[in-house]
């Protein structure tokens, strides 16, 4: 990658490790404190159509959440060696497919203060999308 290519993708670049962070944190989070995000999630919707899919639910949005952390981590380093941006759009993808499950949860859940905190996020990865899309050019 030239320095040229390098600035010219480092908006992405910059997304998409600000994305790696967020749900690689987030997703192990879940991994390693599966029991008490479990039974907090069941309090969350304990009065919703949703309750008993709590648990396939939450492995859902863990495996979700890890895989598209890992996806944007892998994005950056195989920028900087090929100056694709492809795998970021891709990352992108998964990671507002997964900010949209959350989001719906907790407008189920009637958590809009939680709803609305996802908003940036999206905001984000919309952003990401934009400035990766192979489509557009």
Same mark, same amino acid.
């Given at each position: ?39 907090? /999630?069941?309090?969350?919707? +304990?009065?919703?159509?949703? +309750?008993?899919?709590?648990? %396939? ?22 920028? /900087? ?16 497919? +997964? ?20 908003? !940036? ?6 952003? %990401?999308?934009?400035?990766?899309? !192979?489509?557009?050019?």
């Amino acid at each position: 990658m030239t320095i040229e290519e390098l600035f010219k993708n480092l908006p992405a670049l910059f997304c998409a490790v600000l994305v790696a962070i967020l749900f690689i944190q987030s997703g192990l989070d879940k991994v390693f404190d599966w029991k008490g995000n479990l039974e907090w /999630l069941k309090g969350h919707f +304990s009065e919703t159509f949703l +309750s008993p899919f709590v648990p %396939m639910m939450v492995v859902t949005i863990t495996v979700l959440e890890v895989l598209t952390g890992i996806l944007s981590a892998v994005a950056v380093v195989y920028c /900087l060696i090929t100056g694709s941006v492809f795998l970021i759009f891709l990352a992108a993808i998964l990671g507002t497919g +997964s900010i949209l499950a959350l989001f719906f949860g907790q407008r189920v859940a009637k958590d809009y203060e939680g709803a609305a905190v996802l908003v !940036p996020y999206f905001i984000l990865l919309i952003i %990401m999308l934009y400035l990766t899309n !192979p489509y557009q050019k």
